[in-house]
Protein backbone atom coordinates (compact mmCIF):
# COMPACT_ATOMS: atom_id res chain seq x y z
CA UNK A 1 0.00 0.00 0.00
CA UNK A 2 1.63 3.02 -1.13
CA UNK A 3 2.49 5.93 1.42
CA UNK A 4 -0.74 8.47 0.17
CA UNK A 5 -3.46 5.24 0.56
CA UNK A 6 -1.89 4.92 4.11
CA UNK A 7 -1.95 9.16 5.06
CA UNK A 8 -5.51 9.10 3.12
CA UNK A 9 -6.71 5.94 5.54
CA UNK A 10 -4.97 7.58 8.63
CA UNK A 11 -6.77 11.08 8.19
CA UNK A 12 -10.28 9.43 7.11
CA UNK A 13 -10.70 6.95 10.06
CA UNK A 14 -9.11 9.45 12.62
CA UNK A 15 -11.86 12.15 10.82
CA UNK A 16 -15.00 9.43 11.02
CA UNK A 17 -14.14 8.42 14.31
CA UNK A 18 -13.95 11.87 16.32
CA UNK A 19 -17.67 12.66 15.04
CA UNK A 20 -18.88 8.84 15.59
CA UNK A 21 -17.78 9.13 18.81
CA UNK A 22 -19.99 12.60 19.01
CA UNK A 23 -22.55 11.24 17.83
CA UNK A 24 -22.92 8.19 19.01
CA UNK A 25 -22.44 8.90 22.97
CA UNK A 26 -26.13 9.20 23.82
CA UNK A 27 -27.47 6.11 22.19
CA UNK A 28 -24.48 4.16 23.83
CA UNK A 29 -25.54 4.66 26.78
CA UNK A 30 -28.03 2.33 26.61
CA UNK A 31 -25.81 -0.73 26.72
CA UNK A 32 -25.59 -1.73 30.67
CA UNK A 33 -21.98 -2.36 31.77
CA UNK A 34 -20.60 -5.61 32.42
CA UNK A 35 -21.21 -5.17 36.53
CA UNK A 36 -24.89 -4.62 35.00
CA UNK A 37 -25.22 -7.47 32.76
CA UNK A 38 -26.16 -10.70 34.19
CA UNK A 39 -24.49 -12.17 31.23
CA UNK A 40 -21.01 -11.85 33.02
CA UNK A 41 -21.79 -13.36 36.25
CA UNK A 42 -19.91 -16.28 36.73
CA UNK A 43 -21.49 -19.70 37.48
CA UNK A 44 -20.16 -22.05 39.97
CA UNK A 45 -18.13 -25.11 39.92
CA UNK A 46 -15.67 -24.38 37.49
CA UNK A 47 -12.91 -26.10 38.94
CA UNK A 48 -13.61 -29.61 37.25
CA UNK A 49 -14.86 -27.71 34.06
CA UNK A 50 -12.24 -28.22 30.93
CA UNK A 51 -9.98 -24.71 30.07
CA UNK A 52 -11.28 -23.41 27.13
CA UNK A 53 -14.90 -25.14 27.46
CA UNK A 54 -17.94 -22.57 26.10
CA UNK A 55 -20.45 -21.93 29.35
CA UNK A 56 -22.75 -19.34 27.70
CA UNK A 57 -23.46 -17.76 24.59
CA UNK A 58 -25.45 -15.27 22.81
CA UNK A 59 -26.04 -13.15 19.72
CA UNK A 60 -24.77 -9.56 19.46
CA UNK A 61 -25.30 -6.88 16.98
CA UNK A 62 -21.15 -5.66 17.05
CA UNK A 63 -20.50 -2.28 16.01
CA UNK A 64 -17.57 0.25 15.82
CA UNK A 65 -18.08 4.26 16.26
CA UNK A 66 -22.24 3.51 15.85
CA UNK A 67 -22.17 1.51 12.67
CA UNK A 68 -22.53 -2.23 12.40
CA UNK A 69 -19.56 -4.25 11.93
CA UNK A 70 -19.86 -6.94 9.22
CA UNK A 71 -20.22 -10.02 10.91
CA UNK A 72 -22.08 -12.48 13.14
CA UNK A 73 -21.06 -12.40 16.05
CA UNK A 74 -21.94 -13.68 19.94
CA UNK A 75 -20.46 -13.42 23.17
CA UNK A 76 -19.13 -16.41 24.72
CA UNK A 77 -18.32 -17.28 28.48
CA UNK A 78 -15.52 -19.75 28.64
CA UNK A 79 -13.46 -21.43 31.94
CA UNK A 80 -9.85 -20.31 32.50
CA UNK A 81 -7.75 -20.04 34.97
CA UNK A 82 -6.69 -16.50 36.11
CA UNK A 83 -3.69 -14.75 37.07
CA UNK A 84 -4.33 -15.65 40.87
CA UNK A 85 -4.62 -19.44 39.51
CA UNK A 86 -8.36 -19.59 40.05
CA UNK A 87 -11.02 -21.16 37.63
CA UNK A 88 -12.85 -18.16 36.36
CA UNK A 89 -15.69 -17.47 33.39
CA UNK A 90 -14.02 -15.04 31.29
CA UNK A 91 -15.73 -13.45 28.01
CA UNK A 92 -14.80 -13.05 24.29
CA UNK A 93 -16.47 -11.97 21.41
CA UNK A 94 -16.93 -14.17 18.56
CA UNK A 95 -16.83 -13.06 14.85
CA UNK A 96 -17.52 -14.43 11.42
CA UNK A 97 -18.20 -12.25 8.48
CA UNK A 98 -21.23 -12.05 6.80
CA UNK A 99 -19.69 -12.80 3.69
CA UNK A 100 -18.19 -16.40 1.70
CA UNK A 101 -14.78 -16.99 2.48
CA UNK A 102 -12.81 -17.03 -0.98
CA UNK A 103 -9.53 -17.94 0.12
CA UNK A 104 -7.65 -21.15 -0.17
CA UNK A 105 -8.38 -23.80 2.46
CA UNK A 106 -11.04 -23.41 5.47
CA UNK A 107 -11.37 -19.01 6.70
CA UNK A 108 -8.54 -18.37 8.97
CA UNK A 109 -9.59 -17.59 12.63
CA UNK A 110 -7.42 -14.74 14.35
CA UNK A 111 -7.25 -13.76 18.02
CA UNK A 112 -7.56 -9.93 18.03
CA UNK A 113 -6.02 -8.81 21.37
CA UNK A 114 -7.36 -5.22 22.26
CA UNK A 115 -4.93 -3.04 24.42
CA UNK A 116 -7.72 -2.43 27.26
CA UNK A 117 -5.52 -0.77 29.84
CA UNK A 118 -7.82 -0.59 32.16
CA UNK A 119 -8.51 -1.65 35.98
CA UNK A 120 -12.24 -1.59 35.46
CA UNK A 121 -15.27 -3.89 33.68
CA UNK A 122 -16.07 -0.72 31.21
CA UNK A 123 -13.16 -1.05 29.84
CA UNK A 124 -13.48 -4.56 28.14
CA UNK A 125 -13.86 -5.06 24.62
CA UNK A 126 -16.73 -7.49 25.17
CA UNK A 127 -18.49 -3.70 26.18
CA UNK A 128 -17.13 -2.07 23.76
CA UNK A 129 -17.93 -3.83 20.85
CA UNK A 130 -21.75 -3.81 21.82
CA UNK A 131 -21.26 -0.02 21.65
CA UNK A 132 -20.43 0.52 25.41
CA UNK A 133 -19.11 4.07 25.24
CA UNK A 134 -18.54 5.52 29.49
CA UNK A 135 -17.51 9.05 29.03
CA UNK A 136 -13.90 9.32 27.82
CA UNK A 137 -13.61 6.55 25.20
CA UNK A 138 -12.02 3.60 26.01
CA UNK A 139 -8.94 1.71 24.28
CA UNK A 140 -11.14 -0.79 23.46
CA UNK A 141 -13.66 1.53 21.76
CA UNK A 142 -11.00 3.37 19.75
CA UNK A 143 -9.38 -0.17 18.60
CA UNK A 144 -13.21 -1.33 17.12
CA UNK A 145 -11.96 -0.20 13.75
CA UNK A 146 -9.15 -2.30 13.66
CA UNK A 147 -10.94 -5.18 14.31
CA UNK A 148 -13.16 -3.96 11.29
CA UNK A 149 -9.92 -3.81 9.44
CA UNK A 150 -9.63 -7.98 10.16
CA UNK A 151 -13.08 -8.37 9.40
CA UNK A 152 -12.45 -7.19 5.66
CA UNK A 153 -10.30 -9.51 4.86
CA UNK A 154 -12.61 -12.16 5.27
CA UNK A 155 -11.44 -13.52 8.49
CA UNK A 156 -13.04 -14.80 11.87
CA UNK A 157 -11.90 -12.90 14.93
CA UNK A 158 -11.77 -13.88 18.21
CA UNK A 159 -11.43 -10.88 20.47
CA UNK A 160 -11.08 -11.81 24.15
CA UNK A 161 -11.45 -10.29 27.37
CA UNK A 162 -8.05 -11.38 28.63
CA UNK A 163 -7.75 -9.14 32.14
CA UNK A 164 -10.57 -11.31 33.31
CA UNK A 165 -13.69 -10.28 35.37
CA UNK A 166 -11.34 -8.75 38.18
CA UNK A 167 -10.02 -6.67 35.43
CA UNK A 168 -6.46 -7.96 36.41
CA UNK A 169 -4.26 -5.46 34.05
CA UNK A 170 -0.61 -7.06 33.72
CA UNK A 171 -1.87 -9.73 35.27
CA UNK A 172 0.33 -12.44 33.04
CA UNK A 173 -0.34 -15.51 33.17
CA UNK A 174 -3.71 -14.54 33.55
CA UNK A 175 -3.29 -12.99 29.73
CA UNK A 176 -2.07 -15.87 28.36
CA UNK A 177 -4.37 -18.25 29.83
CA UNK A 178 -6.99 -16.01 28.77
CA UNK A 179 -5.99 -15.57 25.47
CA UNK A 180 -5.39 -19.20 24.20
CA UNK A 181 -8.05 -20.72 26.07
CA UNK A 182 -10.31 -17.91 24.06
CA UNK A 183 -9.41 -19.59 21.12
CA UNK A 184 -9.78 -22.60 22.38
CA UNK A 185 -13.47 -21.67 23.21
CA UNK A 186 -13.98 -20.01 19.88
CA UNK A 187 -13.07 -23.36 17.76
CA UNK A 188 -15.50 -25.21 19.97
CA UNK A 189 -18.05 -22.53 19.63
CA UNK A 190 -20.53 -24.40 16.78
CA UNK A 191 -22.43 -21.32 15.81
CA UNK A 192 -19.15 -20.06 14.75
CA UNK A 193 -18.17 -23.03 12.29
CA UNK A 194 -14.51 -22.19 12.62
CA UNK A 195 -13.07 -25.11 10.95
CA UNK A 196 -10.69 -27.73 13.07
CA UNK A 197 -7.92 -27.11 10.47
CA UNK A 198 -7.72 -23.62 10.34
CA UNK A 199 -5.19 -21.49 10.62
CA UNK A 200 -4.92 -19.76 13.39
CA UNK A 201 -3.22 -16.07 13.83
CA UNK A 202 -2.50 -13.43 17.04
CA UNK A 203 -2.61 -9.73 16.92
CA UNK A 204 -2.19 -6.91 18.76
CA UNK A 205 -1.13 -3.47 19.16
CA UNK A 206 0.95 -1.42 22.26
CA UNK A 207 -0.65 -3.56 25.46
CA UNK A 208 -2.66 -5.68 22.94
CA UNK A 209 0.60 -6.66 21.35
CA UNK A 210 2.15 -6.99 24.81
CA UNK A 211 -0.69 -9.34 25.71
CA UNK A 212 -0.64 -11.09 22.56
CA UNK A 213 3.47 -12.08 22.88
CA UNK A 214 2.56 -13.01 26.32
CA UNK A 215 -0.07 -16.13 25.01
CA UNK A 216 2.58 -16.53 22.28
CA UNK A 217 5.47 -17.83 24.16
CA UNK A 218 2.97 -19.62 26.10
CA UNK A 219 1.41 -21.42 23.61
CA UNK A 220 4.03 -24.16 23.50
CA UNK A 221 3.52 -25.30 26.83
CA UNK A 222 0.07 -24.31 27.65
CA UNK A 223 -1.63 -24.80 24.37
CA UNK A 224 0.11 -27.23 21.92
CA UNK A 225 -2.83 -28.21 20.09
CA UNK A 226 -3.66 -24.82 18.60
CA UNK A 227 -2.39 -24.43 14.71
CA UNK A 228 -0.99 -21.26 15.44
CA UNK A 229 0.40 -19.70 11.65
CA UNK A 230 1.21 -16.06 12.57
CA UNK A 231 1.72 -13.36 15.10
CA UNK A 232 2.02 -10.07 14.37
CA UNK A 233 3.01 -7.00 17.06
CA UNK A 234 2.90 -3.78 17.16
CA UNK A 235 4.25 -0.79 19.18
CA UNK A 236 4.76 -3.80 21.40
CA UNK A 237 5.11 -3.23 25.26
CA UNK A 238 8.06 -5.52 25.72
CA UNK A 239 9.71 -4.03 29.09
CA UNK A 240 6.72 -2.46 30.85
CA UNK A 241 9.04 -0.79 33.15
CA UNK A 242 10.06 1.14 30.24
CA UNK A 243 6.60 2.50 29.22
CA UNK A 244 5.76 3.28 32.73
CA UNK A 245 8.53 5.55 33.10
CA UNK A 246 7.45 7.09 29.25
CA UNK A 247 4.60 7.79 30.28
CA UNK A 248 5.71 9.56 33.55
CA UNK A 249 5.59 13.38 32.95
CA UNK A 250 3.94 12.98 29.76
CA UNK A 251 0.70 14.49 29.05
CA UNK A 252 -0.92 10.79 29.94
CA UNK A 253 1.01 10.58 32.87
CA UNK A 254 -1.95 9.54 34.32
CA UNK A 255 -1.31 6.15 32.85
CA UNK A 256 1.23 5.35 35.33
CA UNK A 257 -1.16 5.38 38.29
CA UNK A 258 -3.41 3.02 36.04
CA UNK A 259 -0.75 0.96 35.90
CA UNK A 260 0.77 0.82 40.02
CA UNK A 261 -3.46 0.06 40.35
CA UNK A 262 -3.49 -2.82 37.90
CA UNK A 263 0.41 -4.48 38.99
CA UNK A 264 -1.09 -3.75 42.65
CA UNK A 265 -4.55 -5.84 41.55
CA UNK A 266 -2.21 -8.64 39.62
CA UNK A 267 0.41 -9.38 42.18
CA UNK A 268 -1.21 -8.44 45.95
CA UNK A 269 1.91 -10.66 47.35
CA UNK A 270 3.96 -7.30 46.31
CA UNK A 271 1.91 -4.72 47.88
CA UNK A 272 2.76 -2.11 45.44
CA UNK A 273 0.76 0.55 47.98
CA UNK A 274 3.75 0.50 50.41
CA UNK A 275 5.81 1.83 47.63
CA UNK A 276 3.33 4.93 47.65
CA UNK A 277 2.77 8.39 49.65
CA UNK A 278 -0.61 9.30 51.15
CA UNK A 279 -0.90 11.47 47.54
CA UNK A 280 -0.48 8.63 45.81
CA UNK A 281 -2.67 5.82 47.54
CA UNK A 282 -5.46 8.19 47.18
CA UNK A 283 -5.11 8.62 43.81
CA UNK A 284 -4.68 4.50 42.79
CA UNK A 285 -7.83 4.54 44.75
CA UNK A 286 -9.58 7.09 42.94
CA UNK A 287 -8.69 5.37 39.92
CA UNK A 288 -9.55 1.85 40.79
CA UNK A 289 -12.34 1.32 38.18
CA UNK A 290 -11.03 3.10 35.58
CA UNK A 291 -9.75 3.17 32.44
CA UNK A 292 -6.39 4.35 31.12
CA UNK A 293 -7.94 7.39 28.88
CA UNK A 294 -10.15 8.85 32.33
CA UNK A 295 -6.73 8.40 34.66
CA UNK A 296 -4.79 10.32 31.69
CA UNK A 297 -7.72 13.38 31.53
CA UNK A 298 -7.72 13.20 35.23
CA UNK A 299 -3.95 13.35 35.85
CA UNK A 300 -2.17 15.15 32.56
CA UNK A 301 1.32 15.18 32.97
CA UNK A 302 1.43 13.03 36.24
CA UNK A 303 5.04 12.35 37.67
CA UNK A 304 5.75 8.92 38.86
CA UNK A 305 7.90 11.12 41.46
CA UNK A 306 5.13 12.50 42.77
CA UNK A 307 3.57 9.37 44.13
CA UNK A 308 6.90 7.89 45.76
CA UNK A 309 7.39 6.96 49.73
CA UNK A 310 10.54 7.89 49.49
CA UNK A 311 13.03 9.11 46.94
CA UNK A 312 13.20 5.85 44.03
CA UNK A 313 10.59 3.81 45.84
CA UNK A 314 8.94 3.85 42.00
CA UNK A 315 11.59 5.12 39.97
CA UNK A 316 14.34 3.22 40.82
CA UNK A 317 13.53 0.28 43.14
CA UNK A 318 15.01 -3.22 42.18
CA UNK A 319 11.77 -4.91 43.89
CA UNK A 320 9.07 -3.09 41.82
CA UNK A 321 11.04 -3.38 39.18
CA UNK A 322 10.83 -7.47 39.60
CA UNK A 323 7.51 -7.34 40.06
CA UNK A 324 7.16 -5.10 36.67
CA UNK A 325 9.20 -7.80 34.87
CA UNK A 326 6.57 -10.22 35.41
CA UNK A 327 4.79 -8.80 32.76
CA UNK A 328 7.20 -8.09 30.14
CA UNK A 329 7.15 -10.29 27.38
CA UNK A 330 11.38 -9.39 27.41
CA UNK A 331 11.82 -11.16 30.11
CA UNK A 332 9.45 -13.78 30.41
CA UNK A 333 10.30 -17.50 29.46
CA UNK A 334 9.53 -19.17 25.80
CA UNK A 335 9.20 -17.75 22.80
CA UNK A 336 6.50 -18.37 19.40
CA UNK A 337 5.78 -21.31 17.91
CA UNK A 338 4.85 -19.34 14.59
CA UNK A 339 6.77 -17.01 12.56
CA UNK A 340 6.41 -13.70 14.00
CA UNK A 341 6.28 -10.17 12.51
CA UNK A 342 7.51 -6.86 15.14
CA UNK A 343 6.63 -3.43 13.89
CA UNK A 344 7.02 -0.11 15.40
CA UNK A 345 7.91 3.09 15.42
CA UNK A 346 11.49 4.30 16.03
CA UNK A 347 10.82 7.33 18.18
CA UNK A 348 7.53 5.51 20.06
CA UNK A 349 7.75 7.06 23.27
CA UNK A 350 5.64 4.95 25.23
CA UNK A 351 7.22 1.41 24.25
CA UNK A 352 11.01 2.30 23.47
CA UNK A 353 12.33 0.20 20.27
CA UNK A 354 14.81 -0.74 22.43
CA UNK A 355 12.81 -3.21 24.07
CA UNK A 356 11.11 -4.50 21.00
CA UNK A 357 15.01 -5.12 19.16
CA UNK A 358 14.77 -6.99 22.25
CA UNK A 359 12.29 -9.04 22.56
CA UNK A 360 12.97 -9.87 18.52
CA UNK A 361 16.49 -10.93 19.33
CA UNK A 362 14.93 -13.60 22.08
CA UNK A 363 12.76 -14.92 19.43
CA UNK A 364 15.54 -15.22 17.06
CA UNK A 365 17.77 -17.33 18.95
CA UNK A 366 14.84 -19.99 19.00
CA UNK A 367 15.00 -20.01 15.38
CA UNK A 368 11.64 -19.07 14.39
CA UNK A 369 11.47 -16.43 11.30
CA UNK A 370 11.40 -13.20 12.91
CA UNK A 371 10.56 -10.14 10.29
CA UNK A 372 11.49 -6.59 12.30
CA UNK A 373 9.83 -3.83 10.99
CA UNK A 374 10.84 -0.38 11.67
CA UNK A 375 9.32 3.25 10.93
CA UNK A 376 11.57 6.16 10.95
CA UNK A 377 8.32 8.47 10.94
CA UNK A 378 5.47 8.77 14.09
CA UNK A 379 5.36 7.58 17.51
CA UNK A 380 3.52 4.85 19.43
CA UNK A 381 -0.30 6.37 18.24
CA UNK A 382 0.36 7.25 14.54
CA UNK A 383 2.45 3.59 14.22
CA UNK A 384 -1.19 2.07 14.97
CA UNK A 385 -2.10 3.15 11.71
CA UNK A 386 1.12 3.29 9.65
CA UNK A 387 2.08 -0.29 10.58
CA UNK A 388 -1.80 -1.44 9.60
CA UNK A 389 -1.07 -2.66 6.47
CA UNK A 390 2.45 -4.12 7.50
CA UNK A 391 0.41 -6.53 9.98
CA UNK A 392 -2.31 -7.01 7.78
CA UNK A 393 -0.63 -8.42 5.00
CA UNK A 394 2.09 -10.20 6.80
CA UNK A 395 -0.87 -12.56 8.75
CA UNK A 396 -2.82 -12.82 5.00
CA UNK A 397 0.53 -14.29 4.15
CA UNK A 398 1.14 -16.51 6.95
CA UNK A 399 -2.41 -17.63 6.71
CA UNK A 400 -1.54 -18.80 3.00
CA UNK A 401 1.34 -20.89 4.41
CA UNK A 402 3.96 -18.71 2.30
CA UNK A 403 7.07 -18.51 3.30
CA UNK A 404 7.91 -16.45 5.84
CA UNK A 405 10.46 -14.00 5.79
CA UNK A 406 13.11 -12.86 8.46
CA UNK A 407 15.44 -10.11 9.41
CA UNK A 408 17.34 -12.09 11.98
Not at 166 to 193: H, K, N
Not at 214 to 220: E, F, K, L, N, Y
Not at 308 to 334: C, F, K, Q
Amino acid sequence: MRVVEIAAMRAAVAGVAFALVVACAGAAAAVPPPEQDSFYVEPGGLAGVADGKVLASRVIEPESFGQPLPAHAWQVQYKTIDNHGTPRAYIATVLVPQREWTGSGPRPLLSYQVAEDGVGAKCTPSYALRGGLNRVPSNAYTETGMIRFALEQGWAVVVPDFQGPDSDLFGADGYARGVLDGIRAATAFTPAGVDPAAPIGLWGYSGGAQASAIAAQAQRTYAPELRVTGVALGGTVADLEATLSGFSGSALGGAVVIGLAGLNRSYPDADISRYLNEYGRGVMAAVDAECLTDAAVAYPFLDAAALEAWPGSITNNPELNAVVRRASPRYRPGAPTAPTLIYHAVADEFAPVSAARALAGNYCATGIPVQVVEHPIGEHGTEAMVGLPTALTYLADRFADKPAPSTC
